[in-house]
């Protein structure tokens, strides 16, 4: 999980996810539901309970409540360990009821599975695994130490062995099923969730750095004419103090000065000034600036812009949006990471699409993942061989979401391959070996819009 700084959050800092009158209010449900079962078995069924021990059960529930309602605040959220705890009182609570009515007799033991599934929804998997195992021994002994349910007149409840057996073995195998179930879902969610804050922090860095390269090109635009003057009132003033060196050396220096500001800002303002000619661009000055960071890292990129039919030569002018620029930017940096020497970068379009095609000449995506490209923090065992050519490389697929997420926002369908089978030898491999993405626009999506503001260029008069 990203944190404000930009790096991740460990696991165990996920505490205070379960809110304390949650639970306080499941607990209100099951306390009615109890009370309710007890009062009809008793009026209606004519069912002898140990009332006493029966009552005492649902008032230490009762009680429960009552204490955290008046002693914590309304927004209190529970630890790790404060929730565990909670659950295994509920369910030792639970066990304890069904003791007095019949063990497995009682068809309400199925509501032992909820402080498994609420564990393994919201809580860690050595909790969840302590609760699954002490649920499992508590329903145990519950099947084989309980008191009898007896009539009115006198009747002991008896039910066939195998009967018993069978919903012994049905919970067991629904605190296994739900568990499993529960959790796996739950940590789905948690990962999409970290992946789409991650993503949003992605495209807000990249918002505010697009944002901040307009500031500083209008400034230096701005600045551009006082500094000239500056500089040609200097210039006067070195011709004019020519029989004064001191003065002559000062003018010198402002000039001087005048001249590194201009060149200062003139670096910090290259993407233009925050106006049409920067939103809109060439397609191919687009992906040359989504490549830029990885121009110097030892690899050959290697690009070509073609038309995808006849009748479409002119190059595209399309939108210069920061999703776009990184979202192609994480792909071209993981193709730049895994492959040999060379990542080609192929710009297609037709009246109607526009392709980007980023190949390179590694090894391609393994085989065992390569159907679960784009989602998040999808792992797989690195080599030693990998760890020696990538030890900063995490191994996440979070750049890869990240790209894809952002892309397909703006329209966009992302296509992952591999170029050649990878059972090949090296010798029958061609030139293009590794890793395919191909991500496609409709035209209407990226395309820029064809009405201008910036009126038409006018003829200097001298």
Wanted: proline share 5%.
């Amino acid at each position: 999980m990203f944190s404000p700084s930009g790096g991740f959050l460990s696991r165990d800092t996920r505490s205070d996810w379960v809110r304390l009158r949650t639970l306080i209010l499941l607990r209100w449900m099951a306390i009615v539901g109890q009370l309710t079962a007890i009062t009809v078995a008793h009026l209606h069924f004519g069912v002898q309970l140990p009332f006493g021990l029966c009552y005492l059960a649902v008032g230490a529930s009762i009680i429960a409540n009552l204490i955290s309602i008046f002693v914590f605040p309304e927004n209190k959220r529970l630890s790790e360990a404060e929730a565990m705890l909670t659950l295994l009182f509920d369910l030792s609570q639970l066990t304890f009821l069904l003791y007095l009515t019949g063990g497995l007799s009682n068809p309400f033991a199925l509501l032992i599975l909820a402080p498994v599934t609420i564990s393994a929804s919201a809580l860690e998997l050595r909790t969840t695994l302590l609760l699954g195992a002490v649920s499992i021994l508590f329903i145990t002994l519950a099947s084989f130490f309980h008191v009898p349910l007896t009539f009115d007149d006198g009747t002991i409840l008896t039910i066939p062995v195998l009967f018993e057996f069978g919903f012994w073995l049905s919970i067991v195998i629904g605190i296994l099923f739900l568990g499993l179930y529960s959790r796996r879902i739950a940590t789905e969610i948690r990962s999409m969730s970290d992946a789409l804050l991650a993503t949003q922090m992605a495209l807000a860095r990249e918002q505010k750095l697009t944002d901040l390269g307009g500031v500083v090109a209008a400034a230096a635009h701005e600045l551009g004419t006082p500094l000239a003057t500056i500089k040609l009132v200097s210039s006067e003033m070195m011709d004019e103090l020519a029989d004064n060196p001191q003065l002559k050396e000062d003018a010198q220096l402002i000039r001087d000065q005048a001249d590194r500001c201009r060149d200062i800002l003139r670096s910090m303002g290259r993407a233009g000034k925050d106006d049409l000619h920067m939103r809109n661009v060439p397609l191919g000055s687009l992906l040359k600036e989504a490549a830029e960071p990885h121009q110097s890292r030892g690899k050959s990129l290697e690009f070509s812009f073609m038309p995808g039919e006849a009748g479409a030569e002119r190059i595209p002018i399309v939108m210069r949006r920061p999703e776009v620029i990184h979202g192609l930017r994480n792909l071209i940096q993981n193709a730049v990471d895994f492959s040999r020497s060379t990542v080609w970068i192929d710009g297609e379009w037709t009246p109607d699409l526009i392709t980007v095609r980023i190949v390179d000449d590694g090894e391609g995506y393994p085989s065992q993942v390569i159907g679960r490209i784009g989602d998040p923090f999808v792992r797989s065992r690195r080599s030693v061989q990998d760890l020696a050519k990538r030890p900063e490389y995490e191994g996440m697929g979070l750049g890869l979401f990240i790209a894809k997420t952002l892309l397909e926002r703006t329209g966009a369908e992302l296509t992952f391959a591999n170029a050649s089978d990878p059972f090949l030898t090296p010798a029958e491999r061609p030139q293009r070996s590794g890793a395919i993405v191909e991500v496609v626009w409709p035209a209407d999506r990226l395309l820029a819009p064809k009405v201008s503001r910036l009126g038409d260029n006018q003829p200097i008069e001298v």
